[in-house]
C-alpha cells in the first residue's frame, strides 16, 4: 500500500483521478501527535512530487471534530511541544517547500489551535455550516505561533488579535464575514462541494497554480515594484518554466481557436 493509498492507519487516502483525498482519522477528537503529523508531511511531499496529481482534500472524520490540534494526551505522555513533526512541520502543510499545487480543506467539525493553523495553511476552505474556529493557546499559556504569523495578513489585524489574545470561539458565520473561510455549505454537502471545487482545479493550468503559489510566497516582503521587477525578470523558478513551456503556448492557441486548452504540465 502506498502513501497515496492509505486505508488503515490515523490517516487515509484515496486518490480519485487527479485529486487526492486525505482524511485524518484519530477518534475522539482528531487530534495530531508527532508521529501522525510524520505520516502527513509524507503524504503531502509524495502529492507535490507526483505529477499526475494536480489537487488535494485534506478533511478527517465525524461530524464534530475537524481537528483542535496537538494531541495532549501525547504531550502528558512525556511528547515535548518541539518533538520531530516531520518534513512540512505540524499537519504536514505549514512549512512544506516546494507546495505548489492547490489544496482544498473541507472542515467538518471544530477546528481549533494547531487544527486552525493547518486549514489555514490550505489554499480553498470550504467549511459544515455546523464547524467552529478558535486559537485557544492563551489560555494554557503558550503561543499559536503559526496563527500569529499568517492571521494578521489574512483578515483585519484587530480582529485577528482579538482571536489570539481572548481565544473566543468564532462560528461560521463571522468567518465567512471575516474571510478566512470561502464558503460555507450543510455538513451533508461538505465533501460534495469539495470535490467539486478540486476537480475543477484539477483541469486547470498546474504550472500557473505553481507561479501564483510560488508569487505569494516569495514576494509578501517586497514592495509592489520591486515584485513586479522580480516577475518581469522571470526571477522566480515558476514563472521562468511557465513562460517557456508548452502550456503558455497551448493558451494562446485555444484561445486563437476558440477551445478549451488541453494541458500538459510541461
Known amino acids: 500500500m502506498t502513501l497515496l493509498n492509505m486505508t488503515d492507519g490515523p490517516i487515509k487516502t484515496q486518490v480519485r483521478g487527479r485529486v ?11 487530534a495530531i501527535d508527532a508521529a501522525t503529523s510524520r505520516i502527513m508531511g ?9 505529477d499526475n496529481l494536480r489537487a488535494a482534500i485534506l478533511t478527517a472524520t465525524g461530524e464534530r471534530f475537524f481537528c483542535p490540534g496537538w494531541d495532549l494526551k501525547a504531550a502528558a505522555g512525556g511528547e515535548s511541544a518541539d518533538a520531530d513533526y516531520g518534513l512540512g512541520g505540524f499537519g504536514g502543510l505549514q512549512e512544506l517547500p516546494g507546495m505548489n499545487k492547490p489544496v482544498v480543506c473541507a472542515v467538518n467539525g471544530l477546528a481549533f489551535g494547531g487544527g486552525f493553523e493547518i486549514m489555514i495553511s490550505c489554499d480553498i476552505i470550504i467549511a459544515a455550516e455546523h464547524a467552529t474556529f478558535a486559537l485557544p493557546e492563551i489560555r494554557s499559556g503558550v503561543i499559536a505561533d503559526a496563527a500569529t504569523i499568517k492571521l494578521p495578513r489574512r483578515i483585519p489585524y484587530h480582529v485577528a ?33 469539495a470535490r467539486e471545487v478540486t476537480e475543477k482545479l484539477a483541469g486547470g493550468p498546474p504550472l500557473v497554480y505553481a507561479a501564483i503559489k510560488e508569487v505569494l510566497e516569495r514576494v509578501h516582503h517586497l514592495n509592489d515594484k520591486e515584485a513586479l521587477a522580480l ?13 517557456s513551456s508548452e502550456d503558455q503556448l497551448e493558451g494562446a492557441k485555444a484561445f486563437a481557436e476558440k477551445r478549451d486548452p488541453v494541458w500538459k504540465g510541461r
Open 20 to 30: 487526492l483525498e486525505v482524511t485524518i482519522d484519530r477518534p475522539k477528537a482528531n
Open 231 to 243: 516577475l518581469n525578470r522571470r526571477g522566480l523558478p515558476t514563472i521562468s518554466k511557465l513562460y
Open 161 to 193: 488579535m482579538e482571536m489570539l489574545l481572548t481565544g473566543r470561539v468564532v462560528d461560521c458565520t463571522e468567518a465567512r464575514h471575516w474571510g478566512f473561510v470561502n464558503e460555507v455549505v450543510p455538513a451533508d454537502q461538505l465533501m460534495d462541494r
Open 42 to 50: 509524507d503524504v503531502f511531499s509524495a502529492f507535490r512530487d507526483d
